[in-house]
């Protein structure tokens, strides 16, 4: 990448390149190493993973011209980002697949064609590329322009590609040229600083659960933390190379691991070294060591399959879900990231770094000011102007017809959603509802991907909706984790139900069970149940909400989903707090999936003191093809249920359960 302008079109190009790769790597994480219900990796996942590994290969091998292959290489990711737009299921794993090969592709190819300055130039650019999409990411609250199916989200993913082809061919190395010697130990990096960000740095779900800040703060942060990144790229090499390597290979060691668990007030100074070390590494240049063109694509190629690697050690390790063992790849990568760093210093002495930064100082202070102001009135509002419920059925809002919902808690009918376009019947009053009554819900939203594998935690909500509940227990709630591609499903379920009371319980990481709740919460607590050291852990919500004819319990849980000789054990645990609460006098709901028939053993642990209302035929999993009772609505003998409820659809992996529960303890005149 020579000739005029050549600094700032490596910076472009390693920028353009990242962007769009990180929010394919944000789709096909979730999509192909967590299926919808994040469950066993199988053949797919296998293929998926070898054919990335397949084009980088390629990439890094490649004799032709540099320029054919890195516009081949980005007009292929241009290609596949429309894809993303509109593809699900194996075609989402297909596009997804793509634009992640491409693009890591892309980055190689891009490693090989530039000279020592210019690659840092270009390693730059790489930051400033994952900050402009962790912006983009936290002020839309995490739903981004990928997901949705609306107009606008093609439209937005046609003009990326364009733009992408277009600054492809610009900035694109000049034929008959070759590149000046640069060191290939910093281009090990580009993969790390691509996952570390969804992980770790650019991750709002868990600054939310360690800071418990608003929307619009939490996107300020997470902006101003990749701005740290940036800052600390272009100006680090002024304090000398090989102490801005080692600096900042300790900050990013070090800050890894202080941000799991995402519990402490303490992650957000560990997000923030994490990626000011980053920014040290991917703007150290070593100036003792050279390497050629090849080695340089050596260097991106082997930092992209330590990724790939570290993915299929966790899938190995986790056993059956993947959510638990992202804290391994994190620390795989971090210590990646300090080795390079020791390497690096290794081979440099301290000298000052090249040239006068204070421009790009100035501007880049500025670009990261309006963004974070830009990020904080974006994130103010929810992104439901994202979700056009008229672009596609499975984004229409569904709804049940009262006149098919059984009053005797029979077993309930299978109710689909209206047609696209179509207006929902009311659903006020239910048979057998009346104003005392409140209508508690349960809900496996399984991390918010439907069974065609898109994210989309406002179709879920939307599709709930109607039920009009007041209190709701999701389970399976994602808040960040890495291998759902770093999506906060609460905070945009949160966002679209009108219920203000918005609380979670973490189990297995960054995922647990939430409760929303229309009425005040008098108390709170949680705890995770017994388990031993399995993945997944798992954990209970409990509640006490205030009511105008009294207060009322609730106790949100999931059990464990494979194995008896753990679901028992933590059956008996949730029964200890039932058992609390019935000494208080305090009238009990107990919802959530317990993974068990009713006739199950763990059911039986509930017996002495709550009742199941519900038919033991109604089906609630898979939502698919409902033939599993996993999902119950116990109740204490101060209650009675009525007017059940379950709405059919493919927008999660299970159905949930809506119940009008009413107290019989109360005289009439108590009644409202």
Do not use: K
């Amino acid at each position: 990448m020579l000739g005029s302008g050549r600094l700032r079109r490596a910076t472009i190009a390693g920028a353009l390149t990242a962007f769009l790769l990180l929010e394919a790597l944000r789709v096909w994480l979730p999509a192909v190493l967590a299926p919808a219900t994040g469950e066993r990796v199988g053949l797919e996942a296998a293929l998926a993973v070898t054919a990335v590994a397949a084009l980088v290969v390629a990439a890094a091998t490649t004799r032709g011209p540099a320029a054919v292959v890195w516009i081949a290489a980005v007009t292929a990711l241009a290609a596949a980002r429309v894809g993303l737009a509109v593809a699900h299921g194996p075609w989402l794993v297909a596009a997804s697949t793509l634009a992640v090969g491409a693009g890591a592709a892309a980055l190689v190819t891009l490693a090989g064609a530039l000279d020592a300055e210019a690659g840092r130039a270009g390693r730059i650019g790489v930051i400033a590329g994952v900050a402009a999409t962790t912006a983009v990411h936290a002020a839309t609250r995490t739903a981004g322009f990928v997901w949705p199916r609306a107009p606008l989200t093609l439209v937005v993913a046609v003009a990326l590609a364009a733009l992408a082809v277009a600054l492809a061919v610009w900035v694109r190395p000049e034929p008959g040229r070759v590149p000046g010697t640069g060191a290939s130990t910093p281009w090990l990096l580009v993969g790390p600083i691509l996952v570390l960000a969804i992980a770790v740095t650019g991750n709002p779900g868990r600054l939310t659960m360690a800071t418990g800040w608003s929307p619009q703060a939490v996107a300020a942060s997470v902006v101003a933390v990749q701005g740290a990144g940036v800052l600390a790229a272009v100006v680090g090499d002024r304090i000398g190379v090989g102490r801005a390597a080692l600096a900042g290979g300790v900050l990013v060691l070090l800050g890894t691991g202080g941000a799991f668990p995402a519990s402490r007030p303490s992650v957000v100074a560990a997000v923030l070294a994490t990626a000011v070390g980053l920014g040290l590494l991917a703007g150290v240049e070593p100036t003792t060591h050279r390497g050629t063109p090849q080695r340089r694509r050596l260097g991106a190629a082997i930092g992209i399959a330590v990724v790939l690697a570290a993915f299929a050690a966790v899938a190995l390790l986790a056993g059956v879900s993947l959510t638990g063992g992202e804290h391994l790849v994190a620390l795989a990568l971090a210590f990646l990231a300090a080795s390079v760093a020791v390497t690096a210093a290794r081979r440099v002495t301290p000298t000052p770094g090249r040239g006068d930064p204070r421009r790009c100082l100035g501007w880049t202070t500025v670009g990261v000011t309006a963004t974070v102001v830009a990020a904080a009135v974006a994130a103010s509002t929810p992104p439901t102007w994202l979700y056009d419920a008229a672009s596609d059925p499975r984004d229409t809002p569904f709804s049940v017809d009262p006149s098919q919902v059984e009053a005797d808690l029979g077993e309930a009918p299978d109710v689909g959603g209206v047609p696209p376009n179509g207006s929902a019947p009311p659903i006020d009053p239910l048979p057998g509802h009346d104003d005392a009554a409140v209508r508690v819900a349960t809900y496996n939203v399984t991390a918010g991907f439907g069974l065609d594998r898109r994210f989309s935690p406002l179709r879920q909500a939307r599709f709930l909706a109607p039920t009009r509940p007041d209190v709701v227990v999701l389970n399976e709630v994602d808040r960040g984790s890495l291998l759902t591609g770093g999506h906060d499903a609460f905070l945009l379920f949160a966002a679209e139900l009108d219920l203000p009371e918005a609380h979670f319980a973490p189990a297995a990481g960054l995922r647990g069970n939430a409760l929303l709740s229309r009425a005040p919460v008098h108390e709170l607590s949680s705890r995770a149940l017994p388990g031993g050291p399995r993945i997944p852990r798992r954990s209970e919500l409990t509640a006490v909400l205030g009511l105008v004819e009294g207060e009322i319990a609730v106790v949100g849980t999931q059990l464990d989903s494979t194995a008896v000789a753990q679901r028992l054990p933590q059956a008996r645990a949730v029964a200890a707090t039932v058992a609390q609460l019935h000494e208080r006098d305090l009238p009990t709901v107990l919802l959530g999936e317990l993974n068990a028939e009713p006739d199950a053993q763990e059911l039986a642990t509930f017996a002495p003191l709550l009742t199941d209302p519900l038919a033991p035929s109604l089906a609630t999993s898979p939502s698919a093809r409902p033939e599993l009772r996993l999902h119950y609505i116990l109740l204490s003998p101060q209650l009675r249920g009525s007017a059940v409820q379950r709405p059919r659809s493919d927008v999660a992996g299970h159905l949930p359960l809506v119940l009008s529960v009413t107290r019989t303890d109360l005289a009439p005149e108590a009644l409202p």
